[in-house]
């Protein structure tokens, strides 16, 4: 009923305005891709029809570093939305090196990652690493393992001191900790 008066509401305002914006086919298109819907089990939300997302078949590994979203949405637990959370991730990162950092994708709980563990695997070799004798602050600012201080105190350093030579030159930034070089190690390309 709810969804029958927003559809109906533009075609009154369209008469009591007298407008002419709406168009008939368009609003025949959109009611038939409304009733193609139906509502999810337990919710009063609607959900699209579970035929159009081709789940992988059982036992199916999927690499994270070279998935596309239609692989990522053939998972358990992953649609269209959250699929694409993990690819914008993934691309600021350069690459997942290990699978577990999927749990640092904004709604990536320790349930929904069990869940997939099994189903995903990581190749380090297709991470795009970052050229830290080279990099700007803008080509830095993407990276999620780094506050915008430590980004500057990298450049500034770098700047101050000459070229990186390995993640030991790192530590000499005091606002670099020892987790932190570790989770960026991986990232970094010193020549």
Same mark, same amino acid.
Do not use: C
């Given at each position: 009923?709810? !969804?029958?008066? +927003?559809?109906?509401?533009?075609?009154?305002?369209?008469?009591?305005?007298?407008?002419?914006? !709406?168009?008939?086919?368009?609003? *025949?298109?959109?009611? /038939?891709?409304?009733?193609?819907?139906?509502?999810?089990?337990?919710? =009063?939300?609607?959900? /699209?029809?579970? +035929? $159009?997302?081709?789940?992988?078949?059982?036992?199916?590994?999927?690499?994270? *570093?070279?998935?596309?979203?239609?692989?990522?949405?053939?998972? *358990?637990?992953?649609?269209?939305? $959250?699929?694409?959370? !993990?690819?914008?991730?993934? *691309?600021?990162?350069?690459?997942?090196?290990?699978?577990?950092?999927?749990?640092?994708? $904004?709604?990536?709980?320790? %349930?929904?990652?069990?869940?997939?563990?099994?189903? +995903?695997? +990581?190749?380090?070799?297709?991470?795009?690493?970052?050229?830290?004798?080279?990099?700007?602050?803008?080509?830095?600012?993407?990276?999620?393992?780094?506050?915008?201080?430590?980004?500057?105190?990298?450049?500034?350093?770098?700047?101050?001191?000459? %070229?990186?030579?390995?993640?030991?030159?790192?530590?000499?930034?005091? !606002?670099?900790?020892?987790?932190?070089?570790?989770?960026?190690?991986?990232?970094? =390309? $010193?020549?």
């Amino acid at each position: 009923m709810l !969804i029958a008066i +927003v559809l109906a509401a533009p075609f009154i305002l369209q008469l009591w305005r007298e407008d002419t914006i !709406i168009n008939p086919k368009e609003f *025949n298109k959109a009611l /038939a891709i409304l009733n193609h819907t139906k509502k999810s089990p337990g919710n =009063d939300h609607f959900a /699209a029809d579970p +035929v $159009f997302i081709k789940k992988a078949p059982a036992g199916t590994v999927i690499e994270l *570093n070279t998935a596309d979203s239609a692989k990522l949405t053939g998972l *358990n637990s992953i649609g269209p939305s $959250f699929a694409h959370r !993990i690819i914008t991730y993934r *691309n600021r990162l350069g690459g997942f090196i290990r699978k577990e950092q999927l749990k640092e994708v $904004f709604g990536m709980d320790d %349930e929904k990652y069990d869940g997939l563990a099994s189903q +995903v695997s +990581v190749d380090s070799s297709h991470i795009n690493k970052i050229h830290i004798n080279k990099i700007d602050f803008d080509g830095l600012s993407h990276f999620p393992y780094l506050t915008f201080k430590q980004m500057n105190a990298i450049i500034q350093f770098r700047e101050q001191h000459g %070229e990186y030579t390995s993640l030991d030159d790192m530590r000499n930034i005091a !606002i670099l900790n020892d987790e932190i070089l570790r989770k960026i190690g991986p990232y970094i =390309d $010193f020549k």
